[in-house]
């Protein structure tokens, strides 16, 4: 159980890193705070709407301009989510407005599931 939190937390770390390195966004929501109360980040699931801005199968990415996520609090930004699988970019193009699922806790979160939105 343990072992398996400082996997998880080492990972969360490679991911947010090269997303830092040039950093093109303020992201607020990254600064928030923890909800009171909870001891430590909840895995939860938040649906979103946006217009992706850039794609990168390579590094398994997508920049998205979504929409507030009420399930998270957060405003609406542009900013470059990791993608479960490689497999969820094909089909989208720069451009494209999609609907789209994000997992995990609120200051890391990956997209699950993309699809067409209007
Ligand atoms: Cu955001």
Redo the contacts with the bound molecule.
């Keep these: 159980m343990f072992q398996s939190k400082m996997l998880l937390a080492a990972l969360g770390l490679t991911l947010v890193l090269p997303a830092l390195a040039d950093n093109m966004n303020e992201?607020p929501?990254m600064q928030g705070k923890m909800p009171a109360g909870s001891a430590e980040p909840t895995a939860k699931t938040a649906h979103g709407i946006g217009v992706v801005k850039d794609v990168d199968p390579k590094n398994g990415t997508i920049t998205l301009d979504?929409q507030p996520i009420k399930d998270l609090n957060?405003p609406a930004?542009t900013?470059r989510f990791k993608v479960a699988k490689a497999d969820l970019l094909k089909g989208v193009a720069v451009g494209q407005h999609v609907n789209f699922t994000l997992q995990g806790n609120d200051m890391n979160p990956v997209v699950t599931a993309i699809s067409a939105g209007k």
């Design positions: 992201m929501h979504h957060w930004m900013m």
